[in-house]
């Protein structure tokens, strides 16, 4: 068991999925704090440590210019038709996009907290002005993503295929993107193809490196503003695997962003 998902979380850990899923504006709790939900107190410390600074805006304004800086020129949309001969729904289609837009979200809000916890020793920085929170993000009822054994044998080799895609850090579970585009079996051939491209042209790597050095710049303004309550004695392995995301999520921001555009009609 890597998680506890959201339909079978209670007490307490019920508490803070609704909290994240409130404070981020969020259609769902992304896995990283399912994940950490493994150990109450290890969700609690890290919830409590960064709630500030999800809260007041700070870290959703410099996710948001993390995202401008990713170039996404060279990502085309997939056309209709292509879709129809695959046999995709406009609302499966829609579904994937919405994910990935869910998740591209709450990835770059989630790797400038994280760094920002992770790194203890910083000095207080301005923060920029935040422009005042408007609307809220329309939240979306997400398909449940796909348990790995429910796939053919052919669909887990190109799940595995995918996954290594610019990938070099594990983090113990497979990423909620690759889970949620599982889905789609008869599009992952396609994802394989564009994220094939983007890495054999160096773009996903120029891309992961822009989103690593962004939001070690961001997670460094916003370090002295961490609630720094005391830590848990079970978080050091919590606290390893925080670092490992932080190094596996630079890959699945972009990819996340080249998949929406992709599945996004023109």
Same mark, same amino acid.
């Given at each position: 068991?890597?998680?506890?998902p959201e339909?079978?979380?209670?007490?307490?850990?019920?508490?803070?999925? *609704?909290?994240?899923?409130?404070?981020?504006?969020?259609?769902?709790?992304?896995?990283? !704090?399912?994940?950490? #939900?493994l150990?109450?107190? %290890?969700?609690? !410390?890290?919830?409590?440590s960064?709630?500030?600074?999800?809260?007041?805006?700070s870290?959703?304004?410099? #996710?948001?210019?993390?995202?401008?800086?990713?170039?996404?020129?060279?990502?085309?949309?997939? /056309?209709?038709? @292509?879709?129809?001969i695959?046999?995709?729904?406009? &609302? $499966? &289609? $829609? *579904?994937?996009?919405?994910?990935?837009?869910d998740?591209?979200?709450?990835?770059?809000?989630?790797?400038?907290?994280?760094?920002?916890l992770?790194?203890e020793?910083?000095?207080?920085? $301005?923060i920029?002005?935040?422009?005042?929170?408007? *609307?809220?993000?329309? &939240?979306?009822?997400?398909?449940?993503?796909?348990?790995?054994?429910?796939?053919?044998t *052919?669909?887990?080799?190109?799940?595995?295929?995918?996954?290594?895609?610019?990938?070099? %850090?594990?983090?113990?579970?497979? /990423?909620?993107?690759?889970?949620?585009?599982?889905?789609?079996?008869?599009?992952?051939? =396609?994802?394989?193809?564009?994220l094939?491209?983007?890495?054999a042209?160096?773009?996903?790597a120029?891309?992961?490196?822009?989103?690593?050095? #962004?939001?070690d710049?961001?997670?460094?303004? =916003?370090?002295?503003?961490?609630?720094?309550?005391?830590?848990?004695?079970?978080?050091?392995?919590?606290?390893?695997?925080?670092?490992? =995301?932080?190094?596996?999520? /630079?890959? @699945?921001? /972009?990819?996340?962003l080249?998949?929406? &555009?992709?599945?996004?009609s #023109?």
């Amino acid at each position: 068991m890597f998680e506890i998902p959201e339909t079978e979380a209670t007490g307490r850990v019920a508490e803070i999925y *609704d909290d994240i899923r409130q404070t981020l504006d969020m259609s769902m709790v992304n896995t990283i !704090w399912r994940s950490l #939900a493994l150990k109450e107190e %290890v969700l609690e !410390w890290v919830w409590s440590s960064l709630k500030p600074i999800y809260q007041n805006g700070s870290v959703r304004h410099y #996710a948001s210019k993390l995202h401008s800086q990713i170039n996404l020129d060279n990502v085309s949309p997939i /056309p209709l038709p @292509a879709f129809r001969i695959l046999g995709v729904s406009d &609302k $499966d &289609k $829609d *579904d994937l996009k919405n994910l990935m837009d869910d998740l591209a979200y709450s990835n770059a809000q989630n790797i400038i907290a994280f760094k920002a916890l992770l790194n203890e020793h910083s000095q207080q920085n $301005d923060i920029e002005a935040i422009p005042l929170k408007g *609307d809220s993000r329309k &939240k979306y009822d997400l398909p449940k993503p796909i348990n790995l054994e429910d796939l053919s044998t *052919d669909g887990k080799e190109l799940f595995e295929e995918i996954r290594s895609i610019g990938g070099t %850090v594990s983090v113990g579970f497979p /990423p909620m993107w690759l889970r949620g585009l599982a889905r789609y079996p008869s599009i992952m051939p =396609l994802v394989w193809a564009i994220l094939t491209q983007l890495e054999a042209a160096g773009q996903l790597a120029d891309m992961k490196e822009v989103t690593r050095e #962004a939001s070690d710049h961001y997670s460094s303004i =916003l370090s002295a503003y961490v609630e720094r309550t005391p830590r848990p004695d079970t978080a050091s392995e919590a606290i390893e695997r925080l670092g490992k =995301l932080c190094d596996a999520i /630079p890959r @699945a921001i /972009p990819v996340c962003l080249a998949l929406k &555009k992709a599945v996004t009609s #023109a």
